[in-house]
């Protein structure tokens, strides 16, 4: 079974950048490398949404109109990873985050807590 360990949250002020990291374990790289990846999140008393993904094998980049231009979603199949830069952090981006494989998901991982405050 496939698990997910993200990691990488924080308090942040608004305008502020945070790098998450998503590492896959019990796939070997080359099985990893197929999974089409995505970002999810998930606010206080909201439905876990799709925040950004990456499909495999085309490497195609699609994000929710919320985060557009500001999130960027990259992946290292080498070190089972995936990565979200985001930037120019607001307040509505305050959720716990997590990574899973797009349209068939894993065991969610526990996820990192993502606060934009000042």
């Known amino acids: 079974q496939v698990q997910f360990v993200e990691s990488g949250g924080g308090l942040v002020q608004p305008g502020g950048s945070l790098s998450l990291s998503c590492v896959a374990s019990?796939?070997?790289?080359?099985?990893?490398?197929?999974?089409?990846m995505s970002w999810y999140r998930q606010a206080p008393g909201k439905e876990r949404e799709l925040v950004a993904s990456?499909?495999?094998?085309?490497?195609?980049?699609n994000y929710a109109e919320s985060v557009q231009g500001r999130f960027t979603i990259s992946r290292d199949n080498a070190k089972n990873t995936v990565y979200l830069q985001m930037n120019s952090l607001k307040s509505e981006d305050t959720a716990v985050y997590y990574c899973?494989?797009?349209?068939?998901?894993?065991?969610w991982g526990q996820g990192t807590q993502v606060t934009v405050s000042s």
């Open positions: 990456i499909s495999s094998p085309s490497g195609r980049l």
């Open positions: 899973n494989r797009r349209f068939t998901a894993f065991a």
């Open positions: 019990g796939a070997s790289g080359s099985l990893f490398s197929t999974y089409s």
